[in-house]
């Protein structure tokens, strides 16, 4: 193919001007614009003069966002072409415009709809007298808009409030003024806006003069902290003026206040401001909206909670009336500071907390800047509760701003140097990225986008200009993780000062203000508290080392527990006996998470501090939720087999070792109990399977020494059957061993002689399990037995079956229900089950008769057998829809139909309801009624031994026990009176249920 010259060259010359157009687009690319053809020709639309300012295109490179920045500056030229020579002329106008531009698109937006406010005049109005005139008001003496109609007055306070807002960016983005000017001039601006929306309120509100309205700045607008969007928290105060009567002022005042809100939050062509929130006045939303002085007051003295004096910190007049406003805050202040001394400040502030963090959505908790961890309202609600707490006697602290109040505090000593320096550069950062997020458009948003444009957006508006995605994401991390750890240590750490003196450059808090803050956290005995601090830190051992970093932390994990006076006691106790074991402190230092639970075990149950202290041991299984998991009965039986072997004949140290193994397993599941690994069916089925294998243990230990006391071969085999709870599987931390007895003669043996060789064995058993030592004791209850306590401790198996032959009552065929082989032979364990399987599963059933009996040993029981002066309501065992009552219900269904449904067969009570409904002779929704009460009153059961330590059927009526149980059952703190309202009304309707099921055919 022949190629003509002329070709070539014309070739040439397109490919050389595609490459100077890729030069100059990729040029553009390299300096920072995403899309370098796009800027080239935004660039070339601006004119010759624009491509060709090295200025304006450095300013544009400079931008957090140069292609953002660029589009809004060529819609701008294209609105009004002097922008270009205003610029020129004006280089840091410019210099400050580009830089919002590139972080705000609206903004930008507001620039191009109103370029006029970029020529501001030298001898420039404040913004309260701008945004006054601008809605027709006098900025001397605001007076309703005259002469203005009231949507154009809103529309120029929104274009007008604008404008300064983009001035004001321009300056923060910038550099020019700090991150604490920015939020303060955002603060006043906010005043500013308010004011105005007063003066047109004034114009739509007749007889407006003859109220005096104080406008109140709440939160961050009223500590002067405000951010660039932002709810604008307030609190109305009014007064009628000379002799206007109060409630017609009132009424007026409310449409004046209800016109300011419309004022400010409504949307028209120029948007609208910011959502003006009075849902801080008190009773909040069902409150009314404007309050006289003197009912504020009356509220606040009788009715307001610790978060509304929390709230209170901040209040300052922004508008209004600034002498009522003053009178108000300087009343108010009165109470503010003596709220830490009020009753419940400590589960208020845990109230407090717990609704900080449900406002946090789960997909956003790691990104959420304000309330996620390590977030904004880490340091704010730290900063606040100390100012609580110790601006009682340091009139210092009375401060709104939380930089001012965290200088104060360090100031006062009550927060370190370097820890205050922390978090206030923390804080400051974290609020510069919340700015930054919400200037993009002007949206109220504390989610860190995921978006990379976004990220890289926000990092170069922090003057990352190097890879400011991810120095960005490491600062903030950073940040977080700061913020969190000096969250804890901001509480704790000066205690430790306190109490043991030790050697710091910071300043120590004094023995008032130790107290203060340990009050504060919910020590009920500071003193005491200190003392263990100190005997836990004191001295200049490695122990004492390490317990000054664990403390800090600790201490905190206490205080969120039910009961932090007995958690910090408690591991003092262990602490003593285990502390100089070497993998004990070094487990708990490098293990948070086993030092938390530990914390927190502590701090809830005494049952487990009680196990502990006589096995600290175990305190290793808390390393994981594997070793808390029941171990299955095999393997203890075999360890149980080893401990007694290894005794031979000395029963007593045999058994020793037989109960360390028990105390060992009860704490495995009281932990795993409270840590919500295992179901209140679970633990009564470990907890009965432990109490096999003891008894096991005891029997064995108990025929060995007999039989070396005997010289020869023991004559019988022996059987313990498990009765009652224990025999149901359903045994609770309290429960004795209901049994009996049963043994067979071996052959050639003589019956005599076996009886009183089973005889000796049964007492040395229950002697075994009743000697005194360290953990819970296991009695042996053998009351079930034919005859009763009157009747023989132990029965061969032809004995027992006369008996039932002959003299077998309805109360005993129901308690055999609950019979199964628990220990000893179990060949003959089954044997005597096969007995009694007709006694207790009749094949025709139970006659009428005997139905009617049981219901009136029901009936006498409930008279009878309820202690004195105990509520019928709260007693879990005997109590109207309590244990008892569940189990008869499934006791009589098994008597009148075990003998025709197999499944029946069972010693368990939900087994037993489970299989009822399975065979059409319970309804499921009765069923689930029941098994409902039957798990409430077994788990509010075991809640009272856990945490008091010792048993008890009835609910306490002390406020302070119920708490307690209330929050191991995982009711929050102030939640004692819901647990006892769902306890009555589970157990009511439980109750329902059995007059219908139980006593009605």
């Known amino acids: 193919m022949r190629v003509d010259v002329a070709d070539i060259e014309a070739e040439e010359g397109a490919v050389n001007a595609a490459s100077r157009m890729q030069t100059t687009a990729g040029r553009l690319a390299r300096l920072g614009f995403a899309d370098g053809a796009r800027a080239e020709r935004l660039l070339d639309e601006l004119g010759p003069e624009a491509v060709g300012d090295l200025d304006l295109l450095a300013d544009l490179i400079a931008a957090a966002d140069p292609d953002l920045a660029l589009t809004s500056l060529n819609r701008l030229v294209e609105r009004d072409p002097s922008v270009l020579g205003t610029f020129r002329t004006d280089p840091g106008l410019r210099h400050r415009m580009i830089a919002v531009f590139g972080l705000s698109a609206a903004l930008g937006d507001h620039a191009v709809r109103h370029p006029e406010q970029l020529h501001l005049p030298e001898e420039r109005l404040s913004a309260r007298e701008e945004l006054l005139y601008a809605v027709g008001a006098d900025a001397e003496l605001p007076e309703p808009v005259a002469g203005l109609p009231v949507p154009a007055a809103m529309d120029a306070l929104r274009a007008v409030y604008r404008g300064h807002l983009l001035q004001l960016a321009g300056r923060d983005v910038t550099g020019e003024i700090t991150f604490a000017e920015t939020a303060a001039e955002l603060a006043e601006l906010a005043g500013s806006a308010l004011e105005a929306g007063l003066a047109i309120a004034r114009a739509e509100v007749p007889d407006s003069g003859d109220v005096r309205l104080a406008v109140i700045g709440m939160g961050k607008c009223g500590a002067r902290e405000l951010n660039y969007i932002s709810d604008v928290d307030v609190i109305f105060v009014a007064e009628p003026k000379d002799d206007v009567d109060e409630t017609r002022a009132l009424q007026i005042a409310t449409r004046l206040a209800q016109a300011l809100m419309r004022a400010c939050s409504s949307t028209t062509p120029e948007g609208s401001l910011w959502e003006v929130d009075a849902n801080l006045r008190p009773e909040g939303k069902l409150g009314p909206l404007i309050r006289t002085l003197d009912s504020h007051l009356a509220y606040y003295r009788r009715w307001a909670k610790t978060w509304e004096f929390q709230a209170l910190l901040k209040a300052r007049p922004v508008a209004g009336d600034l002498e009522l406003g003053g009178a108000y805050?300087?009343?108010v202040n009165a109470m503010v500071w003596q709220a830490a001394a009020r009753d419940n400040f400590v589960?208020?502030?845990?109230?407090?907390?717990?609704?900080?963090?449900?406002?946090?959505?789960?997909?956003?908790?790691e990104r959420q800047i304000k309330l996620g961890p390590g977030g904004l309202r880490d340091i704010e609600f730290a900063v606040q509760l100390l100012q609580l707490v110790h601006g009682r006697s340091d009139p210092l602290l009375h401060r709104r701003a939380t930089l001012s109040a965290l200088a104060a505090l360090s100031r006062g000593g009550y927060v370190g140097r370097d820890d205050a320096k922390a978090l206030a550069e923390a804080y400051t950062f974290l609020r510069q990225v919340e700015h930054l997020i919400q200037l993009h458009r002007l949206r109220r948003t504390h989610v860190v986008p995921s978006d990379v444009a976004d990220l890289r957006r926000i990092g170069r508006g922090l003057g990352m200009a190097t890879d400011p995605v991810g120095q960005f994401t490491t600062t903030w991390k950073r940040h977080a993780l700061e913020v969190r750890r000096l969250h804890e240590k901001l509480f704790y750490r000066p205690l430790l000062q306190a109490a043991a003196r030790l050697p710091s450059e910071e300043t120590r808090l004094s023995t008032t203000a130790a107290h203060a803050r340990l009050e504060a956290l919910g020590y009920a005995d500071p003193s005491g508290a200190l003392r263990h601090i100190s005997a836990l830190t004191s001295g200049v051992s490695r122990r004492a080392a390490i317990q000054r970093t664990l403390l800090p932390v600790m201490l905190g994990w206490f205080a969120d527990a039910p009961d932090p006076d007995a958690g910090l006691l408690g591991f003092r106790q262990i602490s003593d006996k285990l502390g100089a074991t070497p993998w004990y402190l070094r487990l708990l230092r490098d293990e948070t998470a086993v030092a938390e639970q530990l914390a927190r075990l502590l701090g809830t149950s005494r049952y487990i501090t009680g196990l502990l202290l006589h096995a600290?041991?175990?305190?290793?299984?808390?390393?994981?939720?594997?070793?808390?998991?029941?171990?299955?009965?095999?393997?203890?039986?075999?360890?149980?087999?080893?401990?007694?072997?290894?005794?031979?004949?000395?029963?007593?140290?045999?058994?020793?070792?037989?109960?360390?193994?028990?105390?060992?397993?009860?704490?495995?599941?009281a932990c795993a109990d409270l840590a919500g690994y295992i179901d209140i069916e679970a633990v009564g089925q470990s907890l009965s399977a432990l109490n096999d294998v003891t008894i096991q243990g005891a029997l064995d230990a108990a025929t060995n020494k007999i039989a070396v006391e005997r010289r020869g071969e023991f004559p019988t085999r022996i059987a313990v059957i498990a009765?009652?709870?224990?025999?149901?599987?359903?045994?609770?931390?309290?429960?004795?061993a209901d049994v009996m007895f049963v043994h067979s003669p071996l052959p050639g043996a003589e019956e005599k002689d076996a009886t009183d060789a089973a005889h000796a064995v049964a007492e040395e058993l229950r002697r075994l399990l009743s000697l005194p030592a360290p953990d819970p004791p296991l009695g042996i209850d053998a009351g079930l037995r034919p005859e009763g306590r009157q009747g023989p401790l132990v029965r061969t198996l032809s004995s027992y079956r006369a008996y039932y032959d002959r003299w077998s009552s309805h109360w005993e065929a129901q308690a055999l229900l609950r019979a199964r082989f628990c220990a000893g032979d179990l060949a003959l364990g089954l044997e005597f089950v096969d007995l009694i399987d007709p006694i207790r599963y009749p094949a025709d059933g139970i006659s009428a008769e005997a139905v009617l009996q049981i219901r009136k040993l029901k009936a006498r029981m409930e008279a009878e057998r309820l202690p004195r002066g105990a509520d019928p309501a709260l007693h879990t065992k005997l109590g109207r829809g309590g244990l008892s009552d569940v189990e008869w219900v499934a006791q009589l269904l098994q008597l009148r139909h075990a003998g025709r449904v197999p499944a029946l067969r069972t010693t368990t009570t939900l087994n037993t309801l489970r299989a009822a409904v399975e065979a059409d002779l319970l309804d499921p929704g009765d069923e689930t009624t029941l098994a409902d009460a039957w798990r409430f009153a077994s788990r509010v059961r075991d809640a009272i031994m856990l945490v008091r330590g010792r048993a008890a059927d009835s609910i306490p009526g002390l406020v302070k026990e119920r708490a307690l149980i209330s929050r191991t059952l995982g009711y929050p703190p102030d939640g004692s009176e819901d647990f006892i309202d769902d306890y009555r009304r589970a157990t009511r309707r439980a109750r329902l249920v059995v007059e219908r099921v139980f006593y009605e055919d």
């Open 616 to 669: 600290p041991d175990a305190v290793a299984m808390l390393g994981s939720a594997s070793d808390l998991a029941v171990r299955p009965v095999e393997a203890l039986l075999a360890e149980t087999a080893t401990a007694v072997a290894r005794h031979g004949s000395d029963a007593e140290t045999a058994v020793a070792g037989v109960r360390a193994l028990r105390r060992r397993e009860l704490f495995r599941t």
């Open 347 to 365: 589960e208020d502030v845990q109230a407090m907390r717990r609704r900080v963090e449900a406002h946090v959505r789960v997909n956003e908790a």
């Open 723 to 736: 009765m009652g709870r224990l025999g149901g599987f359903e045994s609770s931390y309290s429960s004795d």
């Open 329 to 331: 805050v300087e009343a």
